[in-house]
């Protein structure tokens, strides 16, 4: 194995023990990670990593029934708006047409998206390191998709 690919794949050893003991996953054993997953491929000119997302059994089994009460909210709120739900079901209060209730229905929507993709994170997120042509490129995301961010190698220092 070339040098430079055994000391990457100690730092991302290193990085995937320290993350999978931060959450709080089953794979602690005595205070000693075991069996930390991830791929490392190297080439002749560049370097592959995936780690997969540290998961949260809690937060696998809460978020879905929190989203379920999250879109029954939202729905019955867009069927207010729209006055869709007879008088008689529901009392409008003297502000639901007004400027603010659509601003809120969009932020409460923007918040329910979050947290689904968070939770679509804790079931298949993974982190990707990809090294080439002078650039180091992390994805972070659910299977092809994902925030990417780009690095010149040169310009980093100090990488721990």
């Known amino acids: ?80 708006l729209l006055r869709i739900w007879p008088e008689d079901v529901v009392q409008r209060g003297a502000g639901a047409d007004s400027p603010f209730a659509l601003l809120w229905l969009v932020a409460w929507t923007i918040g329910g998206i979050r947290m689904l993709r968070a939770w679509l994170m804790q079931l298949r997120g993974e982190e990707v390191i990809h090294i080439a042509s002078g650039r180091l490129r992390i994805r972070r995301g659910i299977g092809k998709r994902g925030r990417v961010f780009t690095y010149a190698v040169r310009d980093i220092r100090d990488l721990r």
Not at 9 to 17: D, I
Not at 41 to 51: C, P, Q
């Open 1 to 80: 194995m070339h040098p430079v690919a055994r000391q990457l794949r100690w730092l991302v050893e290193g990085v995937c023990k320290e993350l999978w003991r931060r959450s709080d996953n089953a794979l602690c054993n005595g205070g000693k990670v075991v069996d930390v997953p991830f791929e490392l491929e190297v080439g002749s000119d560049f370097t592959h990593v995936r780690i997969p997302t540290p998961r949260s059994a809690v937060t696998i089994v809460f978020l879905p029934f929190w989203l379920c009460f999250w879109l029954a909210a939202e729905v019955l709120f867009v069927g207010v």
